[in-house]
């Protein structure tokens, strides 16, 4: 895949997640995928494959989302193998309290899945509105 079929890709898993639909981008996840959240919060960390990213992010980020995760994506950028995809989430945990993250995701594709993810949002409301995922 090209670029232009990366970008389409990700303009179309990331429609489906503004909706609320996250299976999309499950399933846009290559078994080996490794998803690095940076900064110093509980949840930054290197995630180590589908496996290690659905039970140690997106469960526990679900669980306190209640299982629905909106992100509307805003921009995004395609060059060789890379996406960068600039995003909104509108979300609100199960305690009531606004989580509306900026998010800028570096993505690297092969294959139409994502093989490497680098995540960029505010660390400091995830500190302030997240518990630890574990």
């Given at each position: 895949?090209?670029?232009?079929d990366n970008?389409?890709?990700?303009?179309h898993v990331?429609?489906?997640?503004a909706?609320?639909?996250?299976r999309p981008?499950?399933?846009?996840?290559?078994d080996d995928?490794?998803?690095?959240?940076i900064?110093?919060?509980a949840?930054?960390?290197?995630?180590?494959?589908k496996?290690?990213?659905i039970?140690?992010?997106?469960?526990?980020l679900?669980a306190?989302?209640?299982n629905?995760?909106v992100?509307?994506?805003?921009?995004?950028i395609?060059?060789?193998?890379?996406?960068?995809?600039?995003?909104q989430?509108r979300?609100t945990t199960q305690?009531g309290?606004?989580?509306?993250?900026s998010?800028?995701?570096?993505?690297?594709?092969s294959?139409?899945?994502?093989?490497e993810m680098t995540?960029?949002?505010?660390?400091?409301?995830?500190?302030?509105?997240?518990q630890s995922?574990?």
């Amino acid at each position: 895949m090209n670029a232009a079929d990366n970008k389409r890709r990700l303009q179309h898993v990331f429609a489906e997640t503004a909706n609320g639909n996250g299976r999309p981008f499950i399933d846009c996840l290559s078994d080996d995928v490794r998803w690095t959240i940076i900064g110093s919060t509980a949840w930054s960390r290197t995630y180590e494959g589908k496996a290690d990213v659905i039970g140690n992010l997106l469960k526990p980020l679900g669980a306190q989302l209640g299982n629905r995760n909106v992100i509307v994506p805003l921009r995004f950028i395609a060059e060789d193998d890379l996406v960068v995809v600039e995003a909104q989430g509108r979300n609100t945990t199960q305690a009531g309290t606004p989580y509306h993250n900026s998010y800028c995701w570096v993505c690297r594709m092969s294959g139409g899945r994502i093989v490497e993810m680098t995540e960029y949002a505010d660390t400091q409301l995830i500190d302030c509105v997240l518990q630890s995922p574990g």
